[in-house]
């Protein structure tokens, strides 16, 4: 059973549209993440919620939004795509003080293009 | 503000030797340190952990990282390398506070190749 599973795995979609991407885990974590991977590999946070409730909001455009329906999801909206915006997005999610021991557990990323 | 630095991009080693990848970091706090290992086209994996205790902590596939407090570094190290080993390691850094706004700051990644 995948932990944490994202949904496309690839998505190609031109400038000026609106998509989303789902993120679903079924470890009855209570913290979920979206993280960034550019064409470099760098990591960046983006978002974190904690029991449905926004925790970490970093610089990020207000183009994208989070949404957390429960717990066991975190969706990403994005709004009006840029070129700059191509990049990997990663699911994570974590549970409490088991973090500090098991750290994060990732999904296998959304490959985002933008033509 | 925490940062990790990752100094080398990338890594060969011939299979069998050992391996270090190394890190630095930079925290107000106690530093919570890890080291995740990324393969083509997956997610990241976590690797191991140092919280407190021992400076040198064991973790899988046979991984070890010593921590060094006065030079402010986390290497990750292995005795014998694999091929299988070839992936993208990141270190990151989670901030101490108890406050729940916590992150992780990862590192740019550094690029093992091991070669047969």
């Known amino acids: 059973d995948t932990a944490v599973s994202q949904t496309p795995k690839y998505l190609v979609t031109q400038m000026g549209n609106d998509k989303s991407i789902k993120c679903e885990q079924n470890l009855g974590h209570d913290t979920m993440y979206w993280y960034k991977q550019d064409s470099k590999k760098f990591l960046k946070i983006m978002f974190s919620?904690?029991?449905?409730?926004?925790?970490i909001n970093e610089t990020v455009p207000n183009r994208f939004s989070p949404k957390s329906p429960d717990k066991a999801h975190l969706n990403l909206h994005i709004n009006s795509l840029e070129l700059g915006d191509s990049a990997v997005y990663f699911c994570a999610s974590s549970h409490g003080w088991t973090e500090l021991k098991y750290g994060y557990t990732f999904g296998s990323g959304t490959r985002l293009t933008v033509v | 503000a925490q940062s990790v630095a990752q100094p080398e991009d990338q890594v060969n080693v011939a299979e069998g030797n050992p391996l270090t990848v190394k890190c630095t970091y930079s925290?107000?706090?106690?530093?919570?340190l890890f080291w995740y290992v990324q393969y083509p086209n997956r997610g990241l994996q976590f690797l191991l952990k140092?919280?407190?205790?021992?400076?040198l902590v064991k973790g899988s596939y046979g991984f070890e990282a010593e921590f060094n407090k006065s030079q402010t570094s986390f290497h990750l190290k292995k005795p014998s390398a694999l091929v299988s080993d070839s992936a993208l390691y990141f270190c990151a850094v989670r901030d101490g506070s108890t406050s729940g706004t916590y992150k992780y700051i990862f590192g740019t990644g550094t690029r093992l190749k091991v070669l047969a």
């Open positions: 140092y919280i407190t205790g021992d400076n």
């Open positions: 925290v107000s706090g106690n530093p919570y």
């Open positions: 919620y904690n029991n449905k409730e926004l925790i």
